[in-house]
């Protein structure tokens, strides 16, 4: 069970946008629509702010989207704002297990 | 509202065991799945177990090798983790979390430390 693949850090100036890739293989990203993104500010719990690929649970705003392409899943923040910035974590339902990503840090310059 | 409340971490020997609980309120918890995942200091999330509501499915990840064992007692929404054989690299802040459908953790407690040293 190998972590899913995503950059290290990202960043972007407030209102732009940016993408958060996750990449893993037909066994797990490719082969279910259950990917799932988490946001984490520093000392605090996960956040879940997608699901099932690009599902957005109540409250979460419309500014967060998710997609998928293959054996990629891909995370979208527009109009970025100063709160964003944290660690944003991909995951992926498989058989018998959840993968995480290994966690991309964001930064809003 | 839904919460989740980790207890029973704390500072260990390697060799040693512990056993983590979780005291769910605020749903019905026979009906959810509940997983743990880990955190060790300063690096990301890694899953751990997951149980579904009814005791039937039970899944640890591989590099646990055993020394772990999930359980729950649904007539007092409680979540259990008993660690033993506990070894350096199990040093982390230990959460669980609801699972509301496959794989998504939708509400986390604030977690407990787990200190292996």
Known sequence: QSALTQPASVSGSPGQSITISCTGTSSDVGGYNYVSWYQQHPGKAPKLMIYDVSNRPSGVSHRFSGSKSGNTASLTISGLQPEDEADYYCSSYTSSSVLFGGGTKLTVL | EVQLVESGGGLVQPGGSLRLS?????????????????????????????????????????????????????AENSLYLQMNSLRAEDTAVYYCARASGYGVLDYWGQGTLVTVS
């Open chain 2, 22 to 74: 979780c005291a769910a309120s605020g749903f019905t918890f026979s009906s959810y799945s509940i997983s743990w995942v880990r955190q060790a200091p300063g690096q990301g999330l890694e899953w751990v177990s997951s149980i579904s509501g009814s005791n039937s499915y039970i899944y640890y990840a591989d590099s646990l090798k055993g020394r772990f064992t999930i359980s729950r007692d649904n």
